[in-house]
């Protein structure tokens, strides 16, 4: 295999690898949480599915460029990290204090994501081993050929599944919709769900479309929660309305009701 058959090829299987991962990673929550109105931080859905596999592209190309597979592996993870430490800059808002604290934390933690990136590389350096050993024959194996492709399109597609929600996680939203349904539909304070009753401009200002956000730090909101038994996890459902009016709900385990307020 010469030097550009074998950059086309690293660049088709990262491609795949990527578009598997994306496809998975972005759509696996929507899926066993229909209906849930979850919050996207990209652009789309779509862009973002796009976006993973012109990565996984460009790593694939980057780990076939040397024709030795180590060094390939290395450049591979090693820009795999690089575009993820630019990909953090990207659109940030932030103050100059939490920029420089992130550029730290980033340079800190650039080599341990490196090995993040290793298995995408080094997937992608074992293809075109195959490719090229079967290329060798006269008689190749398609089904190999194809085989050596689904493989690693399989993994990362299997290594999306994870970015799935926990249990309690996907129950904490789906807690919370409900919450916001019933509550847009009360009328007067009394109306109002119980843990709704204590967030302040609720039934004035909760009015049209929202999104959901969960996060295991609900220590974010403002709010009294009750003590958590040790070794359980606590988590926080943020609610954004297209308004700009925001709250957010506690769920400690063990307690039947969340802890909500604005924030």
């Known amino acids: 295999m010469n030097d550009r058959a074998r950059r ?3 660049l088709v299987v990262g491609l795949l690898i990527g578009l598997a991962y994306g496809l ?4 696996i929550n929507p899926l066993f949480l229909p209906g849930i109105p979850l919050f996207h931080p990209g652009s789309s859905l ?12 460009l790593i694939g190309l980057i780990a076939a460029w040397h024709d030795e597979a180590i ?4 450049l591979g993870s090693l820009a795999g990290a690089l575009i993820s430490t630019l990909f953090s800059f990207v659109g940030s ?3 100059v204090d939490y920029f420089l604290g992130l550029f730290v934390l980033l340079i800190m933690t650039f080599f341990p994501r490196a090995a993040v990136f290793l298995p995408l590389a080094a997937l992608t350096r074992w293809t075109l081993h195959v490719w090229a050993e079967e290329f060798q024959s006269v008689s190749f194996s398609i089904i190999k050929l194809l085989l050596s492709l689904l493989l690693p399109v399989a993994l990362a597609g299997a290594l999306g599944a994870f970015s799935l929600y926990p249990s309690q996680g996907r129950q904490a939203l789906q807690a919370t919709h409900q919450l916001v349904q019933t509550g847009m539909q009360a009328t007067t304070e009394e109306g109002l769900p119980e843990p709704l009753k204590k967030v302040d401009g609720f039934l004035q200002n909760a009015r049209g479309a929202y999104t959901l956000e969960l996060s295991d730090d609900p220590d974010i909101l403002p709010v009294q929660r009750p003590l958590l038994t040790t070794g359980e996890q606590e988590y926080a459902v943020f609610v954004r309305f297209e ?3 925001r709250f957010g709900c506690a769920f400690t385990p ?3 009701q969340p802890v909500c307020g604005i924030y």
């Open 24 to 27: 998975v990673s972005q759509l």
């Open 243 to 245: 308004n700009g009016y």
């Open 71 to 74: 060094p390939g592996v290395l």
């Open 8 to 10: 086309v090829l690293g």
């Open 93 to 95: 808002n932030a103050n």
């Open 254 to 256: 063990n307690y039947p």
């Open 46 to 57: 779509t862009t973002d599915i796009l976006f993973t596999g012109l990565v996984g592209g």
